[in-house]
């Protein structure tokens, strides 16, 4: 019985390693186009008196800014829409892991994501 009992367990871990490695595989692109993400910026043309005299973009127009000179305002919108308890966590969700991994089974792929902050 105690054999069967850890086969069972055995099967058990092997089918959820490989349903995770092909879970992984799906979202590996994903992953490596957000780590190394580098946007276009916007070329900017200012006189010699320092004015901005022309903007040039591809597609989007796109300034860095420092997190210090986003409106507060923005920040909280933003925290809003996308992760109320952003500021209560350590940049980790476990509530919000465990809720995207049980859509996920159920969906048998890939359909939420715990954040997107």
Known sequence: ?????LALIFILV?????WLLYLYSQIRADIDMIVNYNPKKTTQFFDKNGKLIANIFDKKHRLYVKYEDIPARVVEALVAIEDTQFFEHMGVNPDAISRAMIKNIKALGYVEGASTL
């Open 1 to 5: 019985m105690i054999r069967y009992f």
């Open 14 to 18: 092997v089918a959820i390693s490989t």
